[in-house]
């Protein structure tokens, strides 16, 4: 039983999604695990074969007991057949279908090289040979919405594929897809080498049902707001016309995630909870959730003890010029698409990740007794839930990815902390975390720290000041930047640092 | 079930006194007319029964549909009363309406068409064999309700009253109607206010499959009508020239301003009571003896005795009708059919954009 | 006859001056009904009427409810403008054959040649304590009727000039009109007239919710405005006038500005006419709503005759009040 929260004890089993004898990979998913706070797919950090399930299903196991056991094999060299039915292209960086397939390029390599058979080489090959056994397992016995042991295939003969499909899906899914209106290019694929599963297309089609009234459909669709970002405050959690409105003043639609943060800020900060969210009772909108949004909420409150208790905290404040920023980002959207502009935002976070490279002392957790770098700056993104509670999931790399990518990153994460469908890599790997992003009309913010980790960053609302620049009086956009910082890790310095990197590269946002 | 028995003559009932300008009834053509009237008599009451009779026909060949209830037998009570009517009287009739509205005048083609449902027909095809209208004739329907036609009646001998105008309304209805609460509100709101009405109650002896004795304590229809305090008197509905004569003495009362009058015409439908009706309430004998009171074989013999039919009179009669029934039928076949587009149409007046 | 002070008159004085009015211009006019006459009105409308107009031209009728409302459609076939009075909506029943199979019915059955341009006024509502079977509004089952015309005038230049329009029109009208109503008083324009019977009217404007409603109500839907307004809720109030045909128009324009409905109707809820225009908000503005249409009804219950259970039954302002408050949220 993993550790998917620094402050998990213990983890129901709900599904295991593999059996004995099945060939798992490194990143394949093999069950479904039930923690206080959501659902979370459990990934296997192993290659071999499934020797035996330990624990049943159901059962409530204290973190570090033994789930399963799994027999290692070594990533296997290419397999005959799939070498040859040679997908060389396939191999290739240039061609779409692996890039995408692949996504971040330092995921796809590894994939590449430790999936070996089901490698790029035979991608769409092994994809579409196994395809069928995972498909038919699931046909008829699993609801939309439960996840098909995508990768429990028997080692298959991968089969010479028809003419080319693009790597990220095959036509049953893609068939799917068409049947539950789906558009692929917008499904994030979980299957190895970030393909497209059946499973994710179910899930895309399901999530996408928000409730939300005839004019807050239409009026999201006009300003461009993807409704499944909205907070509702209609009648079960119901997105209503004055929740999109709100939406589309604080930016475009993939902004709206950080906004959804007042209770972690509200609860971190220990200011008082902005009724509308934090209060809100437990018994909006989603089935179920009565329950744990009260065991969430217990799990949030023993968190920020705990940190509160241990860690010795800094803070640190820094009010940052965004004029620059805010008319190149005007300029820029000007050119895009509605569904495509960035917000303010994005590049506050890409400024974060990048400063977070730039000052690795607060990238990273405290140890026993001292500071561990983190391997990468995984940014850790408080989001708030439907129903009260708060979750702080990861975007890995978040300073490899553009501002846009960041955008499109931080939209799936919500969506599937919404549905319940974080990975348990993503609970655990956040490196530095960055709340609340100003949308409710905060303009500073002080937070908590999540132990383990060591900083915390805040933005607050992008408000119009009077600011001097070159020795004259005007008014600009300014943001307020603050940073809560362990203080046994690192100081003021260090922490001013930090701060003052993010103002740097917010003013250069081209270069972001 | 053995028949009522009929007075041979019809027996004049009289009421509370009328009012004292009543005047004496007027009789036409007194007893019975010419040769040539009761010939033209014979022809109404054979154009009628030629028309049902083809009805039943086309009815059985899927032509016409709905409910159409047939006036075979009772041909004598239509075409009498008819002859105490000017054209500038009123009827209100029943859904057993062909006879009435035929005797009065409405073209067969137009009668036939509206049975067909098209545009050429007297209701323009809207209505029906049970609601045929001729604003032309003074007609106003066609009722489906039992008794609905009465305040209708009332209503419209209202306005003659109001306007001071001496028209007669006849209102046609069954012995089932006598059952309905309009009944009576009708014929005492007549008899106080004294209004032109012509109430003919035509007593076949079933209100669909309900015998007279059956529904009603006191079967006497004429002394109940005259309980509402209007002259009323029973009169043999088989009898072509009895119930013109009746008919007439009353119109011409109610014309003259002596209020609303009551006719029981004592008749019997030869057939069941629509279409439909499998006519299982009636024994075969009693309708055997009612044919052989046949109005239009009675007045053809009694013409006969007095040597005023030729012997092929009536079937160059016949054949006149073989013929307008052909071409009626042949022009409804080929009427227009109203365009669905159309359907909403007569739900409101027309109006001034 | 009329009120008391120039312009200060009654809604029972207002309908009595049309009816008047009416009679004066046309010759073909004439008041039938219960105790129209000598009574003076069962609630006094045709009071002085008759001494006016005598005996042929203001009708007392047996309580034959069929017969008259017939003989009504039969006038007004052979020429005449009747306005046939019925005592209130609840005796109408008797009559229902009469007005539905035939005085709406006539001109469709006779392929457009007899028009029944009948006015028939009925009293209807509920809120004395006459009890079950005295209090019905039954408006709403008459709009189901096509070939009729239903109108509800809530206000004294209604009550004023609905008839003369009723009674030029060639198609029957029946004008409800509610016992609450008669009472009120205000000041009426000394050259109001004719009003057309095709629209509804806003009676307040206002930006966040829109309260329909017509007849009796109207005073209640305003108070609840006004209640409203305390809350910084600005609601719109709609007077339908027309049940039937209803004013799609003046209705869907006002919901797509506010993006909320609630309808207060004296009808039970089930199958009543505001059933109806929520479902014509529903198929014609759905895009612009904010929030589900609320509905104001009576309760499901023969009116009861103890004074908080019959005020508990009918629509009141703190209902309308919470309606509004949901739909806006």
């Not at chain 1, 499934?50 to 027999?71: F, K």
């Not at chain 1, 957790?365 to 989001?383: K, M, N, R, S, T």
């Not at chain 1, 949308?439 to 937070?447: F, H, L, P, R």
Request: overall charge negative.
């Amino acid at each position: 039983m993993p550790a998917l929260g620094a402050d998990m004890e213990q983890g129901t089993l709900v599904e295991w999604l593999v059996k004995p004898g099945d060939q798992i990979h490194k990143g394949d998913i093999i069950a479904v695990v039930d923690t206080d706070k959501s659902a979370i797919e459990v990934e296997s950090f192993h290659t071999g074969t499934v020797e035996a399930l330990i624990t049943p299903v159901g059962e409530t196991v204290p973190v570090g007991t033994v789930l399963a056991t799994i027999t290692e094999t070594e990533a296997e060299p290419a397999r005959p057949g799939a070498a040859e039915a040679g997908r060389p292209g396939a191999v290739e960086a240039g061609r779409p279908g692996a890039v995408e397939a692949g996504v971040p390029a330092a995921m796809g390599a590894p994939a590449a090289a430790a999936a070996g058979p089901a490698a790029m080489g035979a991608g769409p090959a092994a994809v579409e040979a196994g395809r069928p056994a995972a498909a038919g397992a699931p046909k008829g016995k699993r609801a939309p919405g439960k996840r098909a042991p995508g990768r429990a295939r028997p080692g298959r003969t991968p089969a010479p594929a028809g003419p080319a499909a693009p790597v990220h899906s095959t036509p049953l899914v893609r068939h799917e897809a068409g049947q539950l209106g789906v558009d692929l290019a917008a499904v994030h694929g979980t299957g190895r080498g970030g393909t497209i599963t059946r499973a994710d297309v179910e899930y895309a089609a399901a999530s996408r049902r928000v409730r939300a009234t005839p004019l807050a459909r239409r009026l999201a669709a006009e300003l461009g707001v993807d409704l499944g970002t909205v907070t509702g405050t209609g009648t079960g959690g119901a997105v209503r016309e004055a929740d999109v409105r709100r939406a589309a003043a604080a930016g475009a639609p993939a902004a709206q995630q950080p906004p959804a943060q007042p209770p972690a800020a509200a609860a971190a900060a220990g200011q008082a909870p902005h009724a509308g969210e934090a209060g809100r009772p437990a018994t909006a909108g989603r089935a179920g959730t009565a329950g744990r949004a009260e065991s969430m909420r217990q799990a949030i409150a023993r968190l920020m003890a705990r940190s509160k208790r241990e860690i010795p905290h800094y803070y640190v404040t820094n009010t940052v010029d965004m004029g620059t920023a805010m008319s190149w980002l005007r300029e820029r959207n000007r050119r895009l698409e509605v569904s495509q502009r960035l917000v303010p935002a994005a590049l506050l976070l890409r400024a974060t990740a990048l400063a977070a490279r730039q000052v690795p002392e607060l990238n990273g957790y405290w140890g026993e007794d001292h500071f561990v770098p983190g391997p990468a700056v995984h940014l850790g993104v408080a989001i708030s839930l439907r129903g009260g509670g708060l979750i702080t999931p990861a975007i890995h790399h978040a300073d490899d990815l553009a501002p846009g990518e960041l955008m499109a990153k931080l939209r799936d994460l919500v969506n599937r902390a919404r549905a319940g469908r974080l990975r348990s890599s993503e609970m655990t790997d956040a490196t530095i975390t960055v709340t609340n992003l100003g949308d409710q009309g905060v303009e500073s913010v002080t937070g908590v720290i999540y132990p383990p980790q060591v900083a915390l960053v805040g933005f607050g609302k992008i408000v119009e000041r009077p600011w001097a620049v070159n020795g004259l009086l005007g008014i600009r956009p300014v943001v307020v930047t603050t940073l809560a910082a362990d203080h046994r890790a690192t100081d003021g310095y260090t922490g001013g640092r930090f701060l003052t990197a993010i103002a740097q590269l917010l003013q250069r946002p081209e270069e972001l | 079930m053995s028949p009522r028995r009929r007075p041979a003559a019809p027996a004049a009932r009289q009421a509370a006194s009328p009012p004292a300008a009543a005047r004496q009834p007027v009789m036409h053509n007194e007893p019975g007319g010419s040769a040539a009237h009761r010939t033209d008599l014979l022809r109404q009451m054979l154009l009628i029964r030629r028309f049902e009779e083809k009805c039943v026909e086309l009815y059985s060949a899927g032509e016409i549909h709905g409910f159409v209830h047939l006036y075979i037998g009772e041909e004598a009570v239509a075409v009498g009363v008819n002859q105490a009517l000017t054209p500038d009287d009123a009827i209100v009739s029943t859904y057993r309406e062909h006879g009435h509205a035929l005797a009065r005048g409405i073209p067969m083609t137009a009668v036939m068409a509206e049975m067909y449902g098209r545009t050429t027909g007297c209701s323009g095809g809207r209505g029906g064999s049970m609601h045929l209208f001729d604003a032309q004739t003074r007609f106003y329907g066609g009722n489906a309700i039992v008794g609905g036609g009465l305040p209708l009646a009332v209503g419209i001998a209202l306005t003659d009253r109001m306007r001071g105008r001496s028209r007669v309304t006849a209102c046609f209805f069954g012995d089932g109607a006598v059952a309905e609460g309009e009944f009576h509100e009708c014929l005492n709101l007549a008899t106080l206010w004294q209004l032109p009405v012509l109430f003919c109650c035509e007593n076949n002896l079933y209100a669909m499959g309900t015998a007279l004795a059956r529904a009603q304590a006191q079967t006497d229809l004429a002394v109940r009508a005259a309980s509402y305090g209007m002259p009323a008197w029973a009169v043999d509905g088989m009898d072509v020239l009895a119930v013109e004569q009746a008919a007439r003495h009353a119109a011409d009362a109610v014309r003259g301003g002596g209020g609303p009058h009551f006719l029981e015409l004592r008749t019997y439908r030869f057939r069941a009571h629509s279409m439909y009706d499998p006519d299982r309430y009636r024994d075969k004998a009693e309708v055997e003896e009612w044919k052989r009171r046949d109005p239009i074989d009675a007045l053809a013999a009694r013409m006969r005795e007095a040597g005023e039919l030729a012997g092929d009179t009536l079937a160059a009669i016949d054949a006149d009708l073989t013929g307008e029934l052909t071409d009626a039928i042949d022009k409804a076949r080929g009427g227009p059919l109203e365009p669905v587009s159309d359907l909403t149409r007569f739900v409101y007046s027309p109006r001034q954009p | 006859m009329t009120g008391s002070g120039p312009g200060k008159t009654t809604y029972r004085e207002a309908m009595r001056a049309a009816i008047r009015e009416a009679m004066l211009a046309d010759e073909r006019v004439f008041l039938m009904g219960e105790d129209v006459g000598r009574y003076g009105g069962c609630f006094a409308v045709s009071l002085g009427l008759l001494e006016e107009f005598g005996p042929e031209r203001i009708r007392d009728t047996p309580l034959s409810e069929s017969a008259f409302v017939g003989a009504g459609i039969g006038a007004a076939i052979g020429g005449m403008r009747p306005i046939v009075e019925i005592m209130t909506v609840n005796f109408s029943l008797l009559a229902l054959d009469q007005i539905m199979n035939n005085a709406a019915t006539l001109l469709h059955m006779s392929g457009g040649q007899f028009s029944v341009p009948l006015v028939i006024r009925m009293t209807t509502g509920a809120g004395r304590q006459v009890a079950a079977q005295h209090s019905h509004s039954l408006e709403g089952w008459y709009t189901h009727i096509p070939g009729l015309r239903i109108v509800a005038p809530a206000t004294l230049e209604d009550a004023r000039g609905m008839l003369w329009t009723a009674l030029a029109d060639p198609d029957p009208v029946l004008i409800f009109e509610h016992g609450s109503l008669y009472n009120m008083a205000g000041v009426l324009a000394p050259d109001a007239g004719a009003v057309d019977i095709d629209s509804a009217v806003i009676r307040r404007p206002g930006t966040d919710v829109t309260l329909i409603t017509y007849g009796g109500t109207l005073g209640k839907a305003l108070d609840a405005a006004e209640a409203l307004a305390g809350e910084q809720i600005q609601a719109e109030v709609i007077d339908l006038r027309t049940l039937r045909p209803l004013d799609d128009e003046t209705v869907m324009a006002s919901v797509r500005r506010t993006h909320r409905a609630v309808i207060v109707d004296e009808g039970w809820r089930s199958g009543s006419l505001a059933a109806e225009v929520s479902a014509r908000i529903m198929e014609q503005a759905f895009y612009d709503l904010d929030a589900p249409v609320e509905r104001v009804c009576s309760a499901e219950v023969p009116m009861p005759y103890p004074r908080h259970l019959e005020e508990a039954a009918l629509p009141q302002v703190p209902a309308i009040v919470e309606a509004a408050r949901q739909a806006v949220g």
